[in-house]
């Protein structure tokens, strides 16, 4: 048994089998949102006005679309999304649609003149990515079947 204040505090205090000391986890820093991102949060319904889809639209853009902006559940399980990463989302929407008419315009206008499409780069294979195809060994087994011949 202690005697002394001193001898006391040095003794840890007994937790019992089972009972881990509890450690505190460091302290992490707040993330201020920068003044210019919108924190306005859009219902479903907000966000059908804003896109001008259907219920059902936004329900398989929600499920299948990659790029449609990440939910969040608020009380009562109802979705809500950022008006910020919405705005952006329909940026984005407007871009690849604005991209699809650039390459229809050029291949119709390729048509009329009369020539082949042009092959991007992306669409043709690189040539350090191909390597040089050997002529096959003519070999007895590799042969078509010769029936009748000797």
Same mark, same amino acid.
């Given at each position: ?108 206008? #390729? ?14 294979? #690189? ?24």
């Amino acid at each position: 048994m202690p005697t002394t204040s001193a001898e006391a505090v040095a003794v840890p205090a007994r937790r019992g089998p089972g009972r881990p000391r509890k450690v505190q986890p460091a302290p992490e820093p707040a993330v201020v949102p920068s003044p210019e991102e919108d924190l306005t949060l859009l219902t479903g319904a907000d966000m059908r006005k804003l896109l001008g889809w259907s219920t059902w639209t936004l329900r398989r853009a929600v499920l299948y679309d990659p790029h449609f902006p990440a939910s969040f559940s608020v009380a009562g399980g109802h979705q809500r999304w950022f008006k910020s990463d919405a705005l952006r989302y329909l940026r984005w929407l407007a871009e690849m649609a604005a991209e699809e008419k650039r390459k229809r315009m050029a291949a119709r206008a #390729d048509r009329k003149a009369g020539r082949r499409p042009a092959v991007t780069s992306s669409e043709t294979p #690189d040539a350090s990515d191909t390597e040089p195809c050997e002529p096959a060994e003519r070999t007895k087994a590799n042969l078509p079947d010769q029936a009748g011949k000797p």
